[in-house]
């Protein structure tokens, strides 16, 4: 852009969104920000799945609760960061998911992102103190025995808790 008196007009007017929201982030935000990077891409949901009932050759169910759970780690990232960052936490996540959806514009990928939203709506509103909604969701996906949903519902809080505290002791 051009001024009356002919210099240009500051160089931020050429940034685009993503760059712009990335260039507010602050080193601390950026850090957990690629943290949470590395953890997602490493994350194996080997235990999960096995608590769940799914195995190896069960493509189609795998496949379906892979989308899930890595959903689910992403929504327990934003809530470790409603904790850590209570601020900016919004600004983090939506950076986050922008990131990635640009990096990974397959159909898979974009059911992981609404996943991810649609778990932190489950997680919002009970924090990390209960994670008997989400694990009672998917377990819901399979029908079993009610001694065996309930054994799989426990396991899954328990874990799901371990998820979180292992995301949220490397968030920084």
């Known amino acids: ?19 712009a929201s990335s260039a507010v982030l602050s080193d601390t935000m950026r850090q957990a920000l690629d943290n949470f ?6 994350a194996d949901f080997t235990v999960e799945l096995a608590y769940l009932g799914v195995g190896r050759m069960q493509f189609l169910r795998r496949r379906q609760m892979l989308l899930e759970l890595r959903g689910l780690y992403m929504a327990l990232w934003r809530l470790a960061l409603a904790r850590s960052f209570p601020q900016d936490a919004d600004v983090m996540f939506d950076t986050f998911l922008r990131e990635y959806a640009a990096k990974h514009k397959d159909r898979a990928s974009a059911l992981v992102l609404t996943r991810g939203r649609e778990y932190w709506g489950m997680l919002e509103p ?3 103190g209960d994670f008997s909604n989400v694990a ?7 029908t079993q025995s009610e001694k ?13 808790r371990k998820l979180y505290k ?3 002791d490397r968030l920084i």
Do not use: Q
């Open 1 to 19: 852009m051009r001024h009356m008196d002919g210099t240009s007009g500051p160089a931020s007017e050429s940034i685009s969104p993503e760059a």
């Open 37 to 42: 990077t590395a953890l997602y891409a490493d």
């Open 126 to 128: 009970m924090g990390d």
């Open 136 to 142: 009672r969701h998917l377990t819901s996906f399979f």
């Open 148 to 160: 065996a949903d309930k054994s799989a519902n426990l396991k899954l809080v328990l874990h799901i």
């Open 166 to 168: 292992h995301i949220f």
